[in-house]
């Protein structure tokens, strides 16, 4: 496994943990691909990092989408750089957060986005 599977797996126990049910894809890619196809989505929850999409581009993407445009996203990422966390807001993020992710910051961006 690598960082990234990791970090699924960690927030997948999480969300589960809470009665959530989860998916979890690989990259952006497939993330865009899901979308299309799955119409009962709640929240997208992303690492900054992921093969063949930044952090940037999934929120920018899911928000020019008539259809996807009202579901929340989150941006993680192991890095605390202001200046990409700014961005990723800007792009259309509802929050960011910094891992090693706890629960406790799962539980107060899953309550405060999904209200």
Avoid: H
């Amino acid at each position: 496994m690598n960082d990234s599977s990791v970090d699924r797996a960690i927030i997948a126990v999480i969300l589960r943990s809470s009665r959530f049910r989860v998916t979890a894809v690989e990259s952006g890619k497939r993330a865009v691909e899901l979308l299309g196809t799955e119409p009962n989505v709640s929240m997208i929850i992303t690492d900054y990092w992921m093969p063949e999409m930044t952090g940037y581009e999934l929120p920018k993407k899911v928000k020019e989408s008539s259809k996807l445009k009202q579901i929340p996203v989150v941006i993680m990422s192991s890095e605390n750089v202001s200046t990409r966390i700014s961005r990723c807001l800007e792009e259309g993020a509802e929050d960011f957060l910094v891992k090693p992710v706890r629960a406790s910051d799962a539980s107060r961006v899953f309550s405060r986005v999904l209200r």
